[in-house]
């Protein structure tokens, strides 16, 4: 069996080893999704949340160029689909509707935005696992590769396989403890590691890559991202625009 942290650092290494131009398009598209999107979704957020000093934008990376996808035996006609010319816009909405999942890593790119009036303090990234189990046989799809991508934000990867079910584990504990090494030398490889507390100027952004990672079980989780704005902490859940869980599973392979 391989080591955890060697199927770890292997990602890493396969995406490390792209060029520069090459190796960072997954964050392409999420990017140029934001563009679109803050206009909309950060007058929308402060529609709903007048009082709210920041803005949270999330965005699961459905681009099929760096991504591996589980498809379940029962929806096996899906697999050519998914091995084909798929649109991110239709492999989010498969995903959405339960047909496909993330195999092996998930990537969401999360960006907080300092709404108008003052700036905030970045206090705490937690990850909390809600539901672990056994995979249902089915195929897993291996990424073709991409195309050009700009440089590339900060990264907080976690092995979601060694945390507790239902229970918030904090930044402080992921980015220090023993059992979480394997995911921060996925981070070394891939960039820049996340750095706590950081400032959020008014109208400025600050974005990074969520990774979770596993190799053994179906798994869902999100995140919580929790700010201070001088007066006052604000938390936020980091899940699917969709509002579900975020949804990973194993490759059930050790692909090279």
Request: overall charge negative; hydrophobic content about 40%.
């Amino acid at each position: 069996m391989v080591p955890p942290d060697s199927r770890l650092r292997r990602a890493g290494r396969r995406y490390r080893a792209l060029s520069t131009a090459n190796r960072l398009s997954l964050w392409t598209g999420v990017i140029a999704a934001f563009a679109f999107a803050v206009p909309t979704t950060v007058s929308a957020w402060q529609a709903l949340f007048p009082d709210d000093p920041a803005t949270l934008l999330v965005a699961p990376n459905d681009q099929s160029c760096l991504t591996r996808w589980y498809v379940a035996d029962t929806d096996a006609e899906l697999r050519s689909g998914v091995n084909g010319a798929a649109s991110p816009e239709q492999l989010t909405a498969w995903r959405q509707e339960g047909r496909i999942a993330h195999a092996g890593t998930l990537e969401a790119a999360v960006s907080v935005h300092g709404n108008a009036g003052a700036s905030v303090e970045i206090r705490d990234i937690s990850v909390t696992v809600t539901r672990r189990e056994e995979l249902a046989p089915g195929t897993v799809t291996g990424p073709p590769g991409c195309g050009a991508g700009p440089d590339e934000p900060a990264y907080l990867a976690v092995d979601l396989d060694t945390l507790p079910l239902n229970r918030p584990v904090p930044a402080a504990y992921l980015l220090r403890s023993p059992q979480q090494k394997a995911a921060r030398r996925m981070e070394e490889d891939m960039g820049t590691t996340v750095s706590l507390p950081h400032t959020v100027a008014s109208g400025d952004f600050y974005s990074f890559f969520l990774i979770g990672h596993t190799q053994r079980y179906d798994t869902d989780w999100r995140a919580t991202v929790t700010w201070w704005d001088g007066k006052e902490m604000h938390s936020r859940t980091v899940s699917d625009p969709g509002g579900k869980e975020l949804r990973v599973v194993p490759t059930g392979d050790d692909p090279t």
